[in-house]
């Protein structure tokens, strides 16, 4: 079922912004988001390092814990001013969702919560300033990632994550859905103004499926694939580089040493005006996934990081798309 936008929200959502993961080497992290990926380490303390795009002014866009074992520990978003948290905050203490104000370094008024399907979140109003490197050049490192985009959550229930953010002002730019119906299996949602910050799709969850970072062109994306292959990560890029058909993203998708994944992409396209109305795609559509190419392997399909305590549930919708193992007839 289509989800009906909430155009005067409780509060207001502004971006995709941060994540935080917990990591079981530190260093190994820091050296993979540095190096293989190309991001800037604004600061490192014993227990976390804090990094950022090359064009970001805000402290960090990836947060890394120190941690006994590898999970995603939450996704951030932007909200627009201090009101805006307490409107959060009175919002869900009326509709009875869990949430908690916390302090959290380099940022404003910060709220955590979990979303009705699980996802740990968090919103801030604001971060620390730190120089933007958009013109540092001269820095610029493998796939010279640019900002911090959108995440992707894998759900058990696709519409319940989806009618919950369209109340919160999000707009749903495409979806795929059960073969003939609107029977949701993925939903991209976005308050940006390009296609998404946030996706679900239908899935073993909640777990965080990636993160994504823009880069600036399609040979940005190609050297950070060389540069992953010179320091032996080769075989951690589990998807690419491709063209999605959904949102025109050409990507290319890496697993760091605990197995989180980020993407590297370029080119969404806006998704602004009111009467633009979502693309939808039948799942069994491959060019839905990869307008040209492979599909992608059960890796890919399957793996994705946990939120602590989080159990998984089964997915309420039975479709899975091909894989590159069943493309291949391999078993
Ligand atoms: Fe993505």
């Known amino acids: ?156 229930d696709v519409q319940t994550a989806t009618d919950f953010w369209t109340g919160l002002g999000m707009r749903m730019s495409e979806y795929t859905a059960k073969d003939g119906t609107d029977e949701l299996w993925g939903s991209w949602m976005e308050v940006k103004g390009n296609t998404h910050d946030l996706v679900f799709t239908n899935g073993h969850g909640p777990r965080l499926h990636h993160f994504a970072y823009t880069v600036p062109d399609a040979s940005s994306l190609l050297h950070a694939a060389d540069v992953a292959g010179a320091l032996g990560f080769g075989q951690e890029i589990d998807r690419g580089p491709g063209r999605h058909g959904i949102s025109n993203a050409l990507f290319l998708y890496l697993r760091d040493p605990d197995q989180h994944r980020v993407e590297l992409f370029t080119t969404h396209y806006q998704f602004i005006d009111l009467e633009d109305v979502p693309i939808r795609w039948d799942v069994s559509n491959p060019q839905r996934a990869q307008l040209w190419g492979m599909p992608a392997s059960r890796r890919w399909f399957f793996e994705a990081s946990e939120f602590p305590g989080e159990g998984l549930h089964e997915p309420l919708l039975h479709a899975t798309p091909a894989t590159l193992e069943e493309f291949l007839g391999v078993h």
């Open 1 to 156: 079922m289509l989800p009906t936008t909430n155009f005067d929200p409780p509060f207001t959502l502004t971006r995709a912004s941060h994540v935080s993961l917990s990591v079981t080497d530190l260093a190994a992290s820091r050296d993979f988001y540095r190096d293989v990926v190309g991001l800037v380490v604004t600061e490192e303390t014993d227990d976390a390092v804090y990094l950022r795009g090359l064009e970001e002014a805000a402290h960090h866009s990836l947060v890394l814990e120190r941690g006994d074992e590898a999970k995603a520990l939450r996704v951030g978003f932007r909200v627009r001013t201090d009101a805006d948290v307490v409107a959060a905050e009175r919002h869900f203490a009326s509709i009875g969702l869990e949430h908690r104000r916390v302090e959290k370094p380099h940022q404003g008024p910060t709220l955590q919560f979990r979303d009705p399907v699980g996802t740990h979140l968090e919103i801030t109003s604001s971060m620390d300033l730190v120089p933007r490197k958009m013109q540092n050049f001269d820095e610029f490192v493998s796939g010279s990632p640019q900002r911090l985009d959108h995440y992707q959550v894998v759900t058990y």
